[in-house]
Structure formats: structure tokens, C-alpha cells
């Protein structure tokens, strides 16, 4: 038999109602991270984040719709055609307009074995809250 998994989008496991699908998981993927996002229109509570603490880059590609992609002070147009890599320590955030997006979401650890996230198998509790980490990681440990 063929190594080899095909499945459409709803047939994976959905977080936030359905606005993220654990794309990487379901498909048995190890060696990079993959995730799909949908974002309804005028969505602006996606988390501004980088992955300084875990280096991870991530490419970003809109499969449909159109998102702004905000890195720094700057602003990238994401639509279908148009990928973006934002590095590991770049603070970045995804808004949308009058149209939501889809966006397929890529990441790897340059120079390292990617090790994926706990919240990334099908199953899994939801991710941690950009800026959480931070505060834990600074609590003592008893």
C-alpha cells in the first residue's frame, strides 16, 4: 500500500469553532508545522505573536480570500498567489477586510528538528495565549 494520506478540509480535526484545522496532525506530517486558518471578515483578534521562545518561521499562503498580513510596522496583502515568510522573531498578525480568508499557515525551526506543539495533535487542548508563556515561564516553580 502507498504511504500516502488525502483528505478534504473538514475531515480535519477544527479548534475555535472551526477556525483552525489541524492540518499537520491529520495528515501525519512531522518533519514542519501546517495549519489552516479561516478568518471571517473585519477579524481583528487574531494574536499578535512571534515564536522567539520556540525560533520557528512560518510562511503564510491565502488560499482564499484576502488578509492583511501586519509585521512590525509594516503591512503585507496576502491573497491566492502571494506567500510570506515571517521570521522567528518578528511580531506578526493576520486582519481581514470586508472578505475573510483561508489561510494555509507553514512552520519549521531553521537548523532544527521541528518538534510539534502538544496543541497541534488532533485531540490536543487549545494552544497557549501569545504573552502567557512569558508570564509563566517568570512565576516561581515550587
Do not use: C
Amino acid at each position: 500500500m502507498a504511504d500516502v494520506t488525502v483528505k478534504r478540509l473538514e475531515e480535519f480535526d477544527a479548534i475555535f469553532g472551526g477556525g483552525m484545522r489541524r492540518v499537520r496532525a491529520g495528515l501525519g506530517v512531522t518533519s514542519f508545522g501546517m495549519q489552516v486558518i479561516e478568518l471571517p471578515p473585519d477579524f481583528s483578534m487574531y494574536p499578535s505573536h512571534d515564536h522567539s521562545h520556540d525560533a520557528q518561521e512560518e510562511v503564510y499562503l491565502a488560499l482564499g480570500g484576502r488578509a492583511t498580513l501586519q509585521v512590525g510596522e509594516e503591512e503585507f496583502v496576502l491573497e491566492p498567489g502571494v506567500f510570506a515568510r515571517v521570521g522567528p522573531g518578528q511580531k506578526r498578525k493576520l486582519l481581514t477586510g470586508d472578505e475573510g480568508a483561508r489561510i494555509l499557515v507553514l512552520g519549521g525551526m531553521p537548523g532544527r528538528v521541528y518538534e510539534p506543539p502538544e496543541w497541534t495533535e488532533e485531540g490536543g487542548s487549545l494552544p497557549p495565549m501569545p504573552g502567557k508563556e512569558e508570564a509563566q515561564a517568570a512565576e516561581p516553580t515550587t
